[in-house]
């Protein structure tokens, strides 16, 4: 009578464990996509910042050549 | 004895199902984590995003201004 | 006859000063004319020159805040 | 003494011819000048709006940049 009292209550753990395992590998399952999505967000706002720095690169040129318009403009205005 | 026997396989399953639920736990709280961590990745994304819609209209301010100032000098170069 | 000769001569001569001295007036009113467009020119010259510099300062101010704007882009880019 | 007379007169009409003509002369002079003047200062004219123009085609050039940079900017915040 223990005997199967034991023998019920091992088989309810058992049941409980496999159950326990099976969420255990969904989890980690979503840890790993999780890590994946948090890595390649990381990624794509790097590269997000490259193309917004050579924007930035850009911009700088552009800044540059009107001031030297500017300076041109003002040596004719004055000059001449 | 297959009592005995049972009660030791009992004791291993406790503690595998013991361990197994720790796990559970540990895992849990990475994915909360990460996921918050996504979340406030995107946040911070929105908001810069935001950010750059802002200075882009700016810009746009900059560039409808400067078209005006060329327009001016356009009708000083032809008019007078 | 020698009066005569120098009554004829006098009329010649009094013709010819009357002639030169219409193309006195004449030439006075061409310079005064001249004159009178020569300043009008400068004063013209030097109000497109006064429009020009407003023009410049107007450009000084976009050039100043494009560089506002390229400043923010890059405390954007590199702060958050 | 009528022949006397005319001599006289004829004296102070030569002179008066020659000095008429002596301003003649100058005034042509003036007006030589002032017209050589009054066409240097259009040719001048002329150049500083050629060069005006020049700046005019160059700043259209950069306002035409600075708008392809802001679409790309544009692109960037929205497409990706």
């Known amino acids: 009578q223990k005997a199967n009292q034991l023998q019920t209550q091992k088989d309810t753990d058992s049941q409980k464990l496999q159950e326990t395992e099976t969420r255990n590998q ?3 399952a ?3 996509e999780l ?3 948090l890595e390649s967000s990381q990624i794509e ?3 997000f910042r490259k193309s917004l720095r050579s924007l930035l690169e850009l911009l700088d ?3 540059f050549e009107l001031t030297e318009l ?3 403009l003002a ?3 004055e000059g001449s």
């Open 26 to 28: 969904e989890l980690e």
């Open 30 to 32: 979503q840890v790993v």
């Open 35 to 37: 890590e994946q999505r």
């Open 45 to 47: 706002q790097e590269n």
């Open 61 to 63: 040129g552009k800044i």
């Open 70 to 72: 500017r300076d041109s």
């Open 75 to 77: 040596k004719l205005i």
